[in-house]
């Protein structure tokens, strides 16, 4: 079964300062894999997607993500954190093939917060 | 384009009440659409997911249970409510494995 580990539970940055989010999966093939971000109250929007080719994603709101196979991870990296991206992070790997309409699975996500 | 929609956004209820939380999805056909839970500080926990209308897949046993009547519309029950129910759900789809799950605003349900 996949599975996805999100070590940092929160993370604090001040703003302007570079961010990046760990993300670590457990799949037996190649991964699809997902980084969404979640405001307060709301659901979770899509920030970029892997699924093959180029291992470096550009995403929205300047996010971009790297899909390292050698260790097994994807973190969300992003140069200069502006205040509005104070938010909650979650990883996801969905999988291919037969019987993957379940397989989306998401991490325990990592909570940003931007001091001014 | 394809939205989502899910409603309603908050609801109070007290325990052993009914319980119908609605979710539609427009501009796309047979999608795989889920129930999730949400707990503060824990992720998202996959309740049910729907491959076509009828069809049912339960990923956790509990007091819930989920219907798919139209081909876009997933609704997800329970016949008595219970405090640990509460939580926040959200409905998502996808339009297959190979895409991303697209998710509605949630609704923030609480059993007093």
């Known amino acids: 079964a996949q599975s996805v580990t999100q070590p940092d539970i929160h993370i604090t940055v001040s703003e302007g300062a570079s961010l990046e989010l760990r993300c670590n999966y457990s799949?037996?093939?190649?991964?699809?894999l997902f980084w969404y971000v979640q405001s307060p109250g709301q659901g979770l929007q899509l920030l970029l997607k892997?699924?093959?080719?180029?291992?470096l994603v550009q995403g929205i709101k300047g996010f971009e993500a790297e899909f390292k196979r050698s260790q097994s991870s994807f973190n969300l990296r992003k140069p200069s954190v502006h205040w509005s991206d104070a938010a909650e992070y979650f990883c996801?790997?969905?999988?291919?093939?037969?019987?993957?309409?379940?397989?989306?699975?998401f991490g325990s996500g990592t909570q940003l917060t931007v001091l001014p | 384009s394809q939205t989502i929609h899910q409603w309603p956004a908050t609801l109070v209820q007290p325990v052993g009440s009914p319980l119908s939380l609605e979710c539609t999805v427009e501009?796309?056909?047979?999608?795989?659409l889920y129930w999730y839970r949400q707990a503060a500080g824990r992720g998202l926990q996959l309740l049910f997911y729907?491959?076509?209308?009828?069809?049912i897949s339960s990923e956790v046993p509990q007091n819930l249970s989920a219907s798919r009547p139209q081909d876009r519309q997933f609704i997800l029950s329970s016949k008595k409510l219970l405090l640990s129910d509460s939580g926040f759900y959200l409905c998502?789809?996808?339009?297959?494995?190979?895409?991303?799950?697209?998710f509605g605003q949630g609704t923030r349900l609480t059993v007093v």
């Open positions: 998502a789809w996808r339009q297959g494995a190979k895409t991303e799950a697209f």
């Open positions: 799949y037996g093939a190649t991964p699809y």
């Open positions: 892997y699924f093959s080719g180029d291992t």
């Open positions: 996801a790997v969905g999988a291919g093939g037969p019987g993957s309409a379940r397989q989306l699975t």
């Open positions: 501009g796309t056909s047979n999608p795989n």
């Open positions: 729907s491959v076509g209308i009828g069809q």
